[in-house]
């Protein structure tokens, strides 16, 4: 956790937000990240999704299962999904969401947008084409050769 906390100051002093991630196997650290939003302009380029890619090349997979995450808030939404997509077996944090909202990185929006049926969400959001789209999960479904994730 202590370098989690030390890469989220190095990134505060580079330019970037307060957030760094470590992702560790067997004891030993594998991979490190941390805020790299304004650098990069990417919205994804948070400390733990960057660890997090980190981690998948230096192991050559997209299972993490055997990997802790270190990191020095509470995950955002889509760090925490990205957290459980990779299958992390434990995660640890420090700071909190409401920690990180007390500094103006408050995701609340988020998590009340994702509950709200589509149609009441501030984006406007609408399905088209389903009937074109479904054909290709009916081809991933009868696929034998696919590897599940």
Not at 57 to 65: G, I, V
Not at 81 to 94: D, E, H, L, Q, T
Request: net charge negative; proline share 5%; charged share 25%.
């Amino acid at each position: 956790m202590r370098r989690a906390i030390e890469l989220s100051m190095e990134s505060v002093k580079t330019g970037g937000g307060p957030f760094g991630a470590v992702i560790v196997k067997n004891e030993i650290i594998i991979a490190q990240g941390w805020n790299h939003v304004t650098q990069w302009n990417d919205p994804t380029a948070h400390a733990e999704v960057t660890a997090i890619r980190e981690a998948c090349k230096t192991l050559n997979t997209f299972d993490l299962s055997e990997c802790e995450i270190y990191t020095s808030c509470e995950p955002c939404p889509m760090c925490f999904g990205a957290i459980y997509w990779a299958r992390i077996s434990k995660m640890y944090f420090a700071n909190t969401r409401y920690d990180a909202a007390n500094i103006n990185f408050d995701d609340s929006f988020i998590y009340d947008e994702i509950i709200l049926p589509f149609e009441k969400r501030k984006i406007p959001t609408f399905q088209i084409l389903r009937n074109e789209a479904i054909e290709t999960f009916k081809l991933w479904s009868k696929k034998d050769d696919k590897i599940p994730y």
